[in-house]
């Protein structure tokens, strides 16, 4: 998927108003939505609390188009005009999702269909490391550095107890949701995680890795579950993030029959988005509500 700082700049243009913030703001948390559960992936898989295969089918059917929707149902309750902010956040969403299958995953794709149907859309036509991505992530890292140090008037009105009461069914279909569509998922094997998941069925299959961890010292590459499997055939030179196709010899070795190595920031670029991200938030918002609050109090 392209970084955060892509999608910014690619999608938050058109939503640039001179005298009002607001369209800006919702249109940036709407580039945001889809990416939630891939940082809950992250963020959790390390911790081991969960099944990491079980978080990961959780979490494909979140990041779907539909349960997307919802989300952006339950932030629009908190919204004044929630028709045209629910506007903004869906077309954020799908523009999110339609950039990601843009480019090119290997065994990757979103879900725009669910639950519908499982299959994945990917149309393949750039690498991350593609000129434009990088232009997309220069565009959105102005963007927001611009907006950053620009005064702005309260942009977004906290929602009030009785709104974030009507937010509540949406959030909470938001919740649930994903949990009726991990068996369909499955069943599916996408991102083949069925296959990974039953380790003793492995030989013979084929399966694609999506930016896996590589270590070129032990020719080794490491699942986003943490389980490091061998490498033979087709390998870089160097360690990093790479993608494999290929199939399982046995349960534990795993020929790769086509790599492309990554050689893009994105992790980085990703992080300094959702920096500058929440920081325009908190500037937009929370800050001006904090000074409101406190000239209110008077002098002491």
Not at 99 to 121: C, Q, R, Y
Not at 129 to 150: C, D, I, N, Q, R
Not at 269 to 289: D, E, N, R, W, Y
Request: hydrophobic letters at 50%; proline letters at 7%; glycine letters at 6%.
């Amino acid at each position: 998927m392209p970084n955060t700082l892509c999608h910014c700049g690619v999608q938050l243009p058109f939503f640039v108003r001179r005298d009002d913030r607001a369209p800006l703001l919702w249109a940036m948390i709407g580039c945001i939505i889809p990416d939630l559960p891939w940082m809950a992936v992250k963020a959790l898989v390390p911790l081991a609390l969960v099944n990491p295969y079980a978080l990961r089918l959780y979490c494909t059917a979140q990041a779907s188009l539909f349960c997307c929707l919802l989300l952006a149902a339950a932030l629009s309750w908190c919204a004044s005009r929630r028709a045209l902010v629910f506007a903004i956040l869906a077309l954020n969403c799908l523009l999110h999702l339609l950039l990601d299958a843009v480019e090119i995953k290997w065994g990757n794709g979103v879900h725009l269909l669910l639950p519908f149907s499982t299959e994945m859309t990917r149309f393949a036509f750039l690498w991350p490391e593609h000129p434009l991505v990088l232009l997309g992530s220069g565009l959105g890292l102005a963007l927001l550095l611009a907006h950053l140090f620009t005064p702005c008037r309260v942009a977004v009105a906290l929602p009030s107890r009785r709104r974030a009461l009507q937010a509540a069914l949406p959030l909470l279909l938001y919740l649930t949701v994903p949990l009726a569509l991990m068996g369909p998922l499955e069943k599916a094997d996408a991102y083949s995680l069925h296959t990974l998941r039953l380790a003793d069925e492995r030989g013979g299959k084929e399966v694609c890795f999506d930016r896996a961890h590589y270590f070129a010292t032990s020719h080794q590459l490491r699942t986003f579950a943490g389980e490091d499997i061998a490498v033979v055939g087709r390998l870089p030179d160097q360690s990093g993030r790479v993608s494999f196709c290929g199939r399982f010899v046995t349960p534990k070795l795993f020929r790769a029959e086509e790599m492309y190595p990554h050689r893009d920031p994105r992790d980085l670029a990703t992080l300094a988005g959702l920096f500058l991200a929440c920081a325009l938030l908190a500037q937009s918002v929370i800050l001006p509500h904090f000074r409101s609050a406190k000239n209110s109090q008077g002098p002491p």
